[in-house]
């Protein structure tokens, strides 16, 4: 694996990339990776001929309060992965590279930004668009790769990517997890072991309303009801919202119907946020609903 950290060179590779004609798939990463991410590049692996990673830890997308300074930086360790998981290429520029002096120029996706996590961690998807952006300018690939925990931000870069007429597909791919079921995330690093435990309530909350939505539940309100009874049942946790919300609006929905939805939650294990979701689909034949963790 090349490790690149400029983006003339990076560049440089791309267009021998195109002439070549190579399909590049690309999973951009903050680093600390997990299973999780290298699930992401076996998918890109088994779809494009190319696969290129990014670690960069973009700064625009941390509030003032939030946890910058000590998010986990392990980039020895995470190009071993990257390396093993047959990864062709990383892109590891430093801040200079992607804001140079003068830097002024940010992205918005107006509408599905503002709620749930945008609502909690204001600019938050400002600095997620713009960095993505950025990086698939410098990438230019075919395909791009992203983990479905973090459901809105898929849908605001699937946004972003159609509004933009970018030439890249945006890749949601399946939440992996703990065998307790709590979601892969680099932050559960910061969990002591108490809290530990205490996370995995974040998917028995979600898989009881799995439970009800089979059984033949469709109000919303009373399946966001049974996820905020269960997750109150855990003393360390601290509900910031729980939602269900149709998946290409997130816009809240008070009736389970025909459309896809996502049942989103946000909370706090002590200090930690985290996150965690279930889709919710039509099945194949549309006579039923399939409820996905």
Request: overall charge negative.
């Amino acid at each position: 694996m090349e490790i690149i950290r400029t983006i003339s060179w990076m560049k440089e590779v791309v267009r021998q990339a195109r002439a070549e004609n190579h399909v590049v798939g690309f999973i951009p990463t903050m680093g600390a990776l997990h299973e999780g991410h290298i699930s992401l590049i076996r998918r890109a692996r088994a779809d494009c001929s190319r696969v290129y990673a990014s670690i960069f830890l973009n700064p625009t997308q941390f509030g003032p309060n939030e946890d910058l300074a000590k998010y986990p930086r392990t980039f020895e360790s995470d190009v071993e992965q990257l390396t093993d998981a047959g990864v062709d290429i990383l892109f590891a520029p430093d801040a200079k590279q992607i804001y140079p002096a003068g830097f002024r120029t940010y992205v918005n996706v107006e509408g599905l930004g503002e709620r749930l996590e945008g609502r909690s961690r204001a600019g938050h998807f400002r600095g997620v668009a713009t960095v993505v952006l950025k990086l698939f300018a410098i990438v230019q690939p075919q395909f791009a790769y992203f983990g479905r925990k973090d459901a809105q931000q898929v849908r605001i870069l699937q946004q972003m990517a159609i509004d933009l007429n970018l030439h890249v597909e945006i890749v949601a791919c399946p939440i992996v997890r703990e065998p307790d079921g709590l979601a892969l995330s680099s932050r559960n690093t910061y969990l002591n072991p108490e809290e530990r435990c205490a996370a995995a309530s974040l998917y028995r909350a979600l898989d009881e309303a799995r439970r009800e939505l089979n059984a033949g539940t469709r109000d919303a309100l009373q399946l966001q009801t049974t996820i905020r009874e269960v997750l109150s049942g855990e003393p360390l946790a601290r509900v910031d919202y729980v939602e269900i919300v149709d998946a290409e609006s997130f816009e809240p929905v008070s009736t389970i119907g025909t459309r896809p939805l996502y049942a989103l939650l946000a909370v706090f294990i002590g200090k930690t946020r985290l996150i965690d979701n279930l889709l919710i689909e039509p099945a194949a034949d549309h006579k039923a609903l399939v409820a996905a963790l």
